[in-house]
């Protein structure tokens, strides 16, 4: 038997899917679809098992997967760049997420003072008043000990004269000037 036509046939069936590969590949960048083995396989016609038996093809899908979408009149986008727009925009992102939760404790904090007042159970609206004159009352307290310490002081030092006083008295010696 003579093999020779059907290895010709199959490399020229082989030769047909890996023509239908690359219009798909081609078709794809033009369209600006994602491309992947899986995407290409089904625009082709072909298995993936294809695709990954031939390794030309399999690079050149890769390849054009990781170039970025556009058309011939709009300028090359890089990775990096493409890289860089994804960072700024995850930190934008979660600047958002941290402004938006600071705002939820300020809207709930103020939520809760507002329902605390109109309760009767709150305090009241003269707050900044109160503070000021706890501060001052605060002040007079410390004002107050030290003037306790000092006449504490001089209540010691005039026990301690009144000894001596007496006990020179109790021995019978003239006090000294």
Do not use: C
Not at 95 to 122: I, P, Q
Request: charged residues 30%; positive net charge; without cysteine.
């Amino acid at each position: 038997m003579n093999t020779n036509h059907l290895i010709e046939g199959r490399k020229a069936d082989s030769a047909r899917r890996r023509q239908r590969v690359i219009k798909a590949i081609n078709a794809a960048r033009r369209a600006g679809t994602t491309i992947s083995v899986l995407s290409i396989a089904r625009q082709a016609g072909v298995d993936r098992a294809f695709l990954y038996r031939h390794k030309d093809l399999l690079a050149q899908v890769h390849a054009a997967g990781a170039e970025p979408p556009g058309d011939d009149n709009s300028p090359a986008v890089s990775r990096a760049s493409l890289q860089a727009d994804l960072a700024n925009a995850l930190e934008r992102g979660n600047r958002l997420t941290s402004r938006v939760r600071h705002l939820e404790a300020r809207l709930s904090e103020a939520l809760g003072e507002k329902a605390w007042r109109e309760s009767g159970l709150g305090a009241p609206d003269d707050i900044e008043h109160l503070k000021s004159r706890i501060t001052a009352l605060e002040q007079q307290v410390v004002d107050l000990n030290g003037q306790l310490e000092e006449r504490n002081e001089d209540l010691q030092a005039a026990r301690a004269a009144n000894r001596q006083l007496i006990s020179r008295l109790n021995t019978g010696r003239p006090a000294e000037a």
